[in-house]
């Protein structure tokens, strides 16, 4: 069986990154680029690619492609900075299409699929993780919402938010909301990752309409949007930790000591071969998560997520420290931009569950299999 991409997918990936490469290079970052002005540049040549309509039904105006589409965009995202908020925008029109009703398709899909709207995901809480008893934003009785989401990027001018809250019951429930409503409020946060905005959004008695719940309270629809957003995440950070590898093994081939490239010398190349078996470990793992996502039923979906983004965690952490310090002293320099990479691939480390919390999933998983077998 071959479970490669097809010339399509590879095509397609390449045309991006081409895209990318003239319309978004580090350098504007480097040089001293705001990420909102960036973006808003940005932003409309994604649109004419068509890769807001990816996951886009086609009978919404979209492409009709999957997740396993989507792996090697989402890797080409990690590897520009690309910001967040393409990402989130992107996810949720696949989360839209699979739990939406027909009047909510109809009211927003086509809309996203030509990049007409920004979406922001509300998910992490204060203290809360991203284990389902973690949520604590809640509906009251008469569907007001309360509570309070941090590190949201782009909030400040996304159209939507969609939520993660309880009902009045206490059941999990997806939420799209219209983001200037009354009652919520918007304030930028200081993060790590520099390369974009974050902000924390507080619900306070916002009201919540029946036409903004998202399909059925349903704890098996949340869990699918954090695997998904873990899913996206992982992919990211194998982009970021393939151009760091990129930059580095042209760095090795190029410094000269001693009369020869340092990427001659044996302790040079280990450390190279290291960095390159991790990246492809983790790379084959966020590639077989987005195929699960696609296809697989929910117990081999949450194993394949999970492996995913904790091994992504791990090798984004190695490669990312390796790249710098074979730089040397330039490594720590602003010239070098290699820090712009380190804040976002730690940043996404922590998004959408950390190394921990994905290898106790997994674990869990492992022992209920073992259980179920004998």
């Known amino acids: 069986m071959n479970f490669d991409f097809n010339e399509e997918q590879y095509m397609f990936q390449?045309?991006?990154?081409?895209?990318?490469?003239a319309e978004y290079p580090i350098d504007l970052l480097r040089d001293g680029g705001d990420p909102v002005a960036l973006e808003a540049e940005l932003w409309p040549k994604l649109a004419e690619l068509g890769l807001f309509g990816l996951l886009v039904p086609e009978?919404?105006?979209?492409?009709?492609?999957?997740?396993?589409?989507?792996?090697?965009?989402?890797?080409?995202?990690?590897?520009a900075l690309v910001p967040l908020t393409v990402t989130d925008t992107i996810a949720?029109?696949?989360?839209?299409?699979?739990?939406?009703?027909?009047?909510?398709?109809?009211k927003w899909l086509e809309d996203l699929s030509t990049g007409g709207l920004r979406v922001a995901f509300a998910v992490y809480e204060k203290d809360g993780g991203y284990a389902a008893e973690g949520f604590a934003s809640a509906l009251t009785a008469d569907?007001?919402?309360?509570?309070?989401?941090?590190?949201?990027?782009?909030?400040?001018?996304?159209?939507?938010?969609?939520?993660?809250?309880?009902d009045a019951t206490g059941e999990l429930v997806l939420l799209v909301v219209d983001r200037e409503r009354a009652g919520i409020s918007v304030s930028r946060e200081e993060a790590l990752d520099i390369s974009g905005d974050y902000y924390s959004i507080g619900f306070d008695n916002v009201a919540i309409a029946e036409e903004d719940i998202l399909g059925s309270a349903s704890a098996a629809n949340v869990a699918y949007v954090l695997d998904l957003l873990a899913t996206i995440a992982s992919l990211g950070m194998v982009?970021?930790?393939?151009?760091?590898?990129?930059?580095?093994?042209?760095?090795?081939?190029?410094?000269?000591?001693?009369?020869?490239?340092?990427?001659a010398f044996q302790a040079i190349k280990h450390?190279?071969?290291?960095?390159?078996?991790?990246?492809?470990?983790?790379?084959?793992?966020?590639?077989?998560?987005?195929?699960?996502?696609a296809s697989a039923d929910v117990d081999e979906r949450e194993r394949a997520v999970?492996?995913?983004?904790?091994?992504?965690?791990?090798?984004?952490?190695?490669?990312?420290?390796?790249?710098?310090?074979?730089?040397?002293?330039?490594?720590?320099?602003?010239?070098?931009?290699?820090?712009?990479?380190y804040r976002r691939g730690r940043l996404l480390g922590t998004l959408y569950g950390s190394t921990e919390y994905h290898q106790e999933r997994v674990l869990a998983g492992t022992v209920a299999l073992l259980a179920a077998e004998q």
């Open 92 to 106: 949720a029109s696949l989360v839209i299409a699979k739990f939406g009703d027909d009047a909510q398709k109809a």
């Open 14 to 21: 390449e045309t991006v990154r081409e895209s990318l490469s």
């Open 59 to 79: 009978e919404q105006g979209g492409l009709g492609l999957t997740t396993v589409d989507l792996a090697l965009i989402a890797e080409e995202f990690g590897a």
């Open 239 to 263: 982009g970021i930790g393939g151009r760091l590898l990129d930059v580095t093994l042209g760095y090795v081939k190029e410094r000269v000591q001693f009369g020869q490239p340092i990427g």
């Open 143 to 166: 569907n007001r919402l309360n509570g309070r989401k941090l590190l949201v990027a782009g909030a400040d001018r996304a159209d939507l938010l969609l939520v993660i809250a309880r």
């Open 271 to 293: 450390r190279c071969a290291d960095m390159a078996v991790d990246l492809n470990t983790a790379r084959s793992g966020a590639y077989y998560a987005a195929w699960a996502m």
């Open 306 to 341: 999970s492996m995913a983004k904790s091994k992504a965690n791990r090798m984004a952490v190695h490669v990312m420290r390796e790249a710098i310090q074979l730089h040397g002293g330039m490594g720590y320099t602003w010239e070098m931009a290699l820090h712009f990479h």
